[in-house]
Nanobody
Framework: QVRLVESGGGLVQPGGSLRLSCAASGFTFSSYIMSWYRQAPGKGRVLIADITSTGGRTNYADSVKGRFTISRDNAKNTMHLQMSSLKPEDTAIYYC???????WGQGTQVTVSS
């Protein structure tokens, strides 16, 4: 059974940091590109970062470049998103995904507010 479980979301003040995690099971994690998406209130789901199977290459949406860092640990079947300099517009539900298989987690809420 494929599972993607996000954690680490919460309420943070503008300028603060959070680290999201995605725990994967039920498939060969190390074989796949992994992605983080987010969906802000009233908007569609958008890709914000992805990472190759080995972790050797990463890509970021312009909106998060320089503030967010995606990483993975294939030995632990986990992926992370380190978020810093958070802005109110980063408020969204954050999802981890295996795009090639259309696997999705349930999401974790991030709220940036003073």
């Amino acid at each position: 059974q494929v599972r993607l479980v996000e954690s680490g979301g919460g309420l943070v003040q503008p300028g603060g940091s959070l680290r999201l995690s995605c725990a994967a099971s039920g498939f060969t994690f190390s074989s796949y590109i992994m992605s983080w998406y987010r969906q802000a209130p009233g908007k569609g789901r958008v890709l914000i970062a992805d990472i190759t199977s080995t972790g050797g290459r990463t890509n970021y949406a312009d909106s998060v470049k320089g503030r967010f860092t995606i990483s993975r640990d294939n030995a632990k079947n986990t992926m992370h998103l380190q978020m810093s300099s958070l802005k109110p517009e980063d408020t969204a539900i954050y999802y981890c995904s295996v795009p090639a298989r259309n696997y999705w987690g349930q999401g974790t809420q991030v709220t940036v507010s003073s």
